[in-house]
């Protein structure tokens, strides 16, 4: 199975339903090299869920069963883990690429955000910052 270097994947249903559609985001050599070994592994074909459910047959994993394995990763490098989340991951990772490229727009597109302003908001600046940066 041939894995592209860019691919998107859907944002999840949110309560504030900022999140809509796909979230497109771009695949190094190594992870798609990684996910095609997976996906063969697995058996799984285009359309299949790469994580799926072991409680809901056809669903995929939940956010509280992806939080478990974060919880033991960051316990194993010695870190406590009521520090750290599948959230405070994600906020930490776009806001280091907005510290380093300044690139308030690409943020936009790898949170899901429709709107700047809720990317502006959530990185916590303020909004004249992020014109001068951007």
């Not at 592209?4 to 504030?16: I, K």
Request: net charge positive.
């Amino acid at each position: 199975m041939s894995i592209s270097a860019t691919a998107s994947a859907c944002a999840p249903p949110s309560s504030s339903r900022r999140l809509t559609g796909p979230v497109p985001f771009e695949l190094t050599e190594t992870t798609r090299e990684t996910l095609a070994a997976w996906l063969k592994l697995r058996g799984l074909r285009a359309g299949d869920w790469l994580f799926p459910s072991r409680s809901r047959p056809g669903g995929h994993l939940t956010t509280r069963q992806y939080g478990r394995p974060v919880d033991d990763w960051v316990t194993l490098i010695g870190l406590d883990p009521t520090g750290y989340g599948t959230h405070s991951l994600r906020r930490t990772k776009v806001a280091l690429i907005y510290r380093r490229t300044g690139n308030l727009r690409a943020c936009q597109l790898l949170l899901g955000h429709t709107k700047l302003e809720s990317t502006v908001h959530y990185l916590g600046i303020e909004a004249d910052d992020a014109l001068v940066m951007s």
